[in-house]
């Protein structure tokens, strides 16, 4: 895959331009998924919301806007390999590991990536994951991106076709500020529920169903709100009050988890999910963001 030739793709509507890197330019790591990896986001030509993991170069995992990862926790036939043996990572491709440690999904694994067919017109980019079979794993994804108005939807499709069950999570870190501006008072964090976080960082206040930041964060925070089990379809409102400008995602499956992330410049409420399929089986989800202004 030629890494410097490739040029972003670009999707429009008629309020949202989305670029999305061109797999293997932007990310080459072994944590996120390498395909839709969306990089910008403008609505009505004004108001921007991708950010990077982090503003020092080298630092962090490399991820950037809206970037999904597969088996942060539960990585598929690590355990099955040895070390110098390889594993799959969804999305990515083969990784090697290295010795006999736990994974450790912010470590650097040497990555032989996954072939990747592409299509695209002006609304929609399709990405087709062929499969390597790896220990009888071996997983065909179709990942769909599409623009209409100022919604952004991401499809996935996975089917199992490998003769072993694929069990691991999926989530979307969603590295997200309003006009670069920093995490503090001016952001609200919504939920259609009332939060009960596991722990509340000293930078922020949390009351019933809302999340506030009192300062500028100066590391990083993460908590993880309860109550989600039941709502159904579940979302999350990101509002920046100042520029009255904001996102909304739904998560249009059964969430297994929820957390919110950040630091300094950047906040990401993640939604998870169970991924289960036996060998012959499908499994579907999609992920649907709103950016809004009033």
């Not at 017109?121 to 390597?132: C, G, I, K, Q, Y």
């Not at 998560?251 to 630091?263: D, I, K, Q």
């Not at 993640?270 to 089986?281: A, D, L, Q, R, T």
Request: proline share 7%; aromatic share 14%.
């Amino acid at each position: 895959m030629d890494k410097t030739s490739n040029k972003p793709i670009e999707l429009k509507s008629d309020r949202l331009s989305i670029e999305i890197a061109y797999p293997g330019t932007v990310y080459s790591g072994s944590r996120f998924d390498w395909n839709g990896f969306i990089t910008g986001i403008v609505l009505d030509g004004k108001h921007s919301f991708c950010m990077p993991e982090s503003l020092t170069p080298g630092q962090g995992s490399g991820g950037f806007g809206l970037c999904n990862e597969f088996g942060i926790d539960t990585p598929i036939g690590y355990d099955d390999a040895k070390p110098g043996e390889k594993f799959p990572k969804l999305g990515t491709g083969l990784l090697t590991r290295p010795d006999e440690s736990d994974y450790f999904f912010f470590n650097k694994y040497e990555v032989t990536p996954f072939a990747i067919k592409i299509e695209n017109d002006n609304n929609t980019a399709l990405f087709e994951v062929d499969p390597l079979d790896c220990n009888g794993y071996a997983v065909k994804m179709t990942k769909k991106i599409s623009v209409d108005d100022n919604k952004l939807s991401v499809d996935y499709h996975l089917e199992n076709v490998g003769s072993k069950p694929v069990i691991t999570e999926e989530y979307c870190h969603n590295f997200f500020a309003v006009n670069n501006n920093r995490i503090g008072t001016g952001y609200l964090l919504r939920f259609p529920y009332d939060i009960n976080p596991d722990c509340v960082p000293e930078v922020m206040d949390i009351k019933d169903r809302e999340i506030r930041w009192n300062t500028v964060p100066n590391k990083d925070f993460k908590c993880c709100p309860k109550g989600f089990q039941n709502v159904k379809p579940h979302y999350w409102e990101l509002f920046f009050e100042p520029d009255r400008v904001g996102i909304r995602e739904f998560s249009e499956f059964p969430v297994s988890n929820v957390a919110v992330w950040g630091t300094t410049h950047v906040v990401s409420p993640e939604v998870f999910i169970n991924v289960n399929i036996k060998p012959g089986e499908i499994q579907e989800w999609t992920r649907k963001y709103e950016f809004f202004s009033y």
